[in-house]
T-cell receptor
């Protein structure tokens, strides 16, 4: 089945220790998104790639970076995680960016100690 | 500034009856709306969408209604089943923002046997 895969499902890191979350897709979609969802809140877009073009949201902290080495993979790097970065991180993909359905992975829950 | 609002954090419905989940928005530029369902520890699963040029879209037990003048959409589930118990998110996008979804905070639906 075509799908969006996120690894790991749970990640524990220490305050200030860099961490990388991974997302892969078998849908061959052009667009990949990273959302952050804190407890009982709405998912919030951090950034997205349309092919190799990176699009950062204006209010995404500099602490968050992303890489997309090829169509299938996209990474979220948190350079110096703070306690406030503990959240569920959701990866999504879509074929295009105009009135397209986004398909989500299962998410990675990040805990910062 | 919460552009998409789901004012009911929870809803309880008897099996076989209709579930109606509501969503209000403030941005008149939104032109595409989606409903997602989310189980604990899983990513959101796409349910149904509607373009702003329509006022109704139906898929099996799920119907979405859009009232542009009231900036309101609703999801009807008929008949409701216990397996429908989950958190439901509405989301909206604007045509020129790269597919960015703005989510509501979700409504937890509980369908009782």
């Amino acid at each position: 089945d075509a799908m969006v895969i996120q690894n790991p499902r749970y990640q524990v890191t220490q305050f200030g220790k860099p961490v990388t979350l991974s997302c892969s897709q078998t849908l061959n979609h052009n667009v990949m998104y990273w959302y952050q969802q804190k407890s009982s809140q709405a998912p919030k877009l951090l950034f997205h790639y349309y092919d190799k073009d990176f699009n950062n949201e204006a209010d995404t902290p500099d602490n968050f970076q992303s890489r997309r080495p090829n169509t299938s993979f996209c990474f979220l790097d948190i350079r110096s995680p703070g306690l406030g970065d503990a959240a569920m991180y959701l990866c999504a993909t879509s074929r295009g960016s105009y009135q397209e359905t986004q398909y989500f992975g299962p998410g990675t829950r990040l805990l910062v100690l | 500034d919460q552009q998409v609002k789901q004012n009911s954090p929870s809803l309880s419905v008897q099996e076989g009856r209709i579930s109606i989940l509501n969503c209000d928005y403030t941005n008149s530029m939104f032109d595409y709306f989606l409903w997602y369902k989310k189980y604990p520890a899983e990513g959101p699963t796409f349910l149904i969408s509607i373009s702003s040029i329509k006022d109704k879209n139906e898929d099996g037990r799920f119907t979405v209604f859009l009232n542009k003048s009231a900036k309101h959409l609703s999801l009807h589930i008929v008949p409701s089943q216990p397996g429908d118990s989950a958190v439901y998110f509405c989301a909206a996008s604007v045509y020129n923002q790269g597919g960015k979804l703005i989510f509501g905070q979700g409504t937890e639906l509980s369908v009782k046997p």
